[in-house]
């Protein structure tokens, strides 16, 4: 392995580093498919603190959305435990907000009443939801397409307004899923950006999945690497270059080309079991 | 729509005359040769004749009686058209009010569904007009059969397309609602009944037109006024003029019906994807 490349081990946490927020302690997590026992994740032991931009990578089938929804509280681990703020995770809820990355968004409510859901279940008032719809609107540059059904608007516009619902919440988490797979380059580029912008605007914990390594050293304060079933941490490499990240300068793609490596083994991996449950039929 | 829409271009209005022109002729020509007997076959004159006399008011005029717009809405045909459209609608909105709150509690809840599905599937096979003796000694004669017979024809379409588009809400709508906080009755109400409305409604289209099959044929046995009734009294007559005319007014009636579900259905689902017009 590459000494150069730094992980959460090397460092040395400062005395004024932010608490742990998510404390994720031997997750396992187990599928029956038939007859076959599939371990999704195995052995995962994750801190992730406050305030921490934090990408989970891997390719297909690595179990990076599985420990997303494990967190979200969708699918319960099979083994250890998940807690955040100390709190142990048992179902979804409001304080981790998520973004998906088929957007979820309601067809049958427009842009405006989307965002306002979330704060409807609150029971908040229809004055402050008003401001505070207003205010998202505003910063998600959606404000002329408050009035439009879902069905009307471009995949990035839609992933706009899935951004702006769980922003609605002030939730302390972001969860998001994949949220920029289904978009084009350029869009894509866009969104990242202002992401980026509003983390660092609201201070959120973010935990983001994707199979681009790209996005995530773009993003990401830290980037979990996961192996290919099972699903465990292959490493925990630590991005501490300023943003706005250049991703043609050297540090950008010497990191690049180790990330790629490691992913690879695990793709081939993927692949090889691929190939291995097509000859099986 | 500022262009000319191509179906109602002068050349497309013609072709789509021809067929029906050519009928109507053949008609006519079969009823005037004296070949037919105008019992069996009136003309197409006589057959718009009739229906004329039947929408028009059979009383004269009379100022003192009642207002112009009364009178003028006073003829028969007008009066059976209503008495069939109330019954129509009074069933479907019997049939439909118990299918909606049964088929979201069977979609929704298995042990619900466990409950009523087998009793629902020994009914559902039963045409509404089978039960036309119960209703009967039920009810006796009126409109409380016809509405009765009415609204079980409405219920089983709607019954069984709630709880379809209950079971096809999406997952992920139901996992995003979750993530935001919905509790159980946000969550129906808010959620899986407007997921589940394009199923419904296709269930109340189909639902209304088995009512309008079933309206005419309870006329013909229970009551003594709509359109149903009115034909088969005209069969007693010998009015053949006279029950094509009602037929005509029953296929006018039951296109006024599906036009408007049709525009209701547009309003309800203007949020839906791939929607056509």
Known sequence: ?281 | MSQANPRFSPAALLRGALVPVLAVVLWQVLSTSGLINPVVLPSPVAVVERWWAYLLPTEPYDPAQSSWLMWALSGEMLFDAWSSLYRVVLGFAVGAGLALPLGLAMGGNPRIYALFDPLMQVLRPIPPIAYIPLAILWFGLGNPPAVFLIAIGAFFPVLMNTIAGVRHVDGIYLRAARNLGAGKLTMFLRVILPAATPYILAGARIGIGTAFIVVIVSEMIAVNSGLGFRILEAREFMWSDKIIAGMFTIGLLGLAIDIGMNRLNNHLLRWHRGLEN
């Open chain 1, 1 to 281: 392995m590459t000494p150069m490349l730094k992980t959460v081990a090397d460092t040395v946490p400062a005395a004024d580093a932010a608490p742990v927020q998510i404390r994720i302690r031997g997750v396992e997590k187990t599928f029956a498919v038939g007859a076959q026992k599939i371990v999704a994740l195995q052995d995962i032991d994750l801190d992730i603190r406050k305030g921490e931009f934090v990408c989970l990578l891997g390719p297909s089938g690595c179990g990076k959305s599985t420990l997303l929804n494990a967190v979200a509280g969708f699918q319960p681990p099979t083994k250890g435990t998940v807690a955040v703020d100390g709190r142990s995770i048992t179902e979804p809820g409001p304080d981790r907000g998520m973004v998906f990355q088929e957007y979820a968004l309601f067809p049958w409510m427009t842009v405006a009443q989307n965002v306002a859901f979330g704060l409807e279940i609150k029971g908040m008032s229809k004055a402050d939801i008003a401001s505070r719809v207003e205010w998202l609107l505003q910063k998600l540059h959606l404000q002329d397409f408050r009035n439009r059904f879902p069905k009307d608007l471009s995949g990035g516009m839609r992933q706009r307004v899935a951004i702006a619902r769980v922003l609605a919440l002030d939730s302390p988490i972001l969860l998001m899923d994949e949220p920029f797979g289904a978009l084009d380059a350029l869009t894509r580029r866009t969104l990242q950006d202002e992401l980026l912008r509003i983390w660092e605007e609201v201070g959120k914990t973010i935990l983001f999945v994707t199979h681009s390594i790209e996005e995530s050293i773009y993003l990401a304060d830290r980037i979990i690497v996961m192996t290919y079933r099972p699903g465990t941490i292959k490493r925990d490499v630590v991005v501490d270059m300023p943003r706005p990240r250049d991703g043609s300068a050297p540090e950008f793609n010497r990191l690049k080309r180790e990330l790629s490596q490691m992913v690879m083994e695990e793709q081939q991996r993927f692949s090889q079991d691929e190939i291995r449950s097509v000859t099986a039929d």
